[in-house]
């Protein structure tokens, strides 16, 4: 069994910061590629930033400059910086992994359960 949790969401103000950290746990043979996406109200869910297994990161046009992706392979954790936050940042975010069960040698697609960031004043 394999599971992601994410943490760090909550309330803050515009032009605030939030950390937002999503590790994984269970019966891991390997991570490849982990993930943040994000869904707002009455919108899809949109991809936010990716980090590949060698450290490689790549951020959506949309928040480029503002968040950081990045990952502690130790601790199987991908986290997501978040700073000069606006209100249309919004959502709820989920983070994503690639991984291969000791079970299951297949690469499957892993999501969290969601954390919500309310950007408000």
């Known amino acids: 069994q394999v599971q992601l949790v994410e943490s760090g969401g909550g309330l803050v103000q515009p032009g605030g910061s939030l950390r937002l950290s999503c590790a994984a746990s269970?019966?891991?043979?390997?991570?490849?590629?982990m993930g943040w996406y994000r869904q707002a109200p009455g919108k899809q869910r949109e991809w936010v930033a990716g980090?590949?297994?060698?450290?490689?990161?790549n951020h959506a046009d949309s928040v480029k400059g503002r968040f950081t992706i990045s990952r502690d392979n130790a601790k199987n954790t991908v986290y997501l910086q978040m700073n000069s936050l606006k209100p249309e940042d919004t959502a709820i975010y989920y983070c994503?992994?690639?991984?291969?069960?000791?079970?299951?040698?297949?690469?499957?697609?892993?999501w969290g359960q969601g954390t919500q960031v309310t950007v408000s004043s």
């Open positions: 994503s992994a690639q991984i291969q069960s000791i079970v299951a040698r297949r690469w499957i697609n892993y």
């Open positions: 269970g019966s891991i043979f390997s991570i490849n590629a």
């Open positions: 980090v590949s297994s060698d450290g490689s990161t």
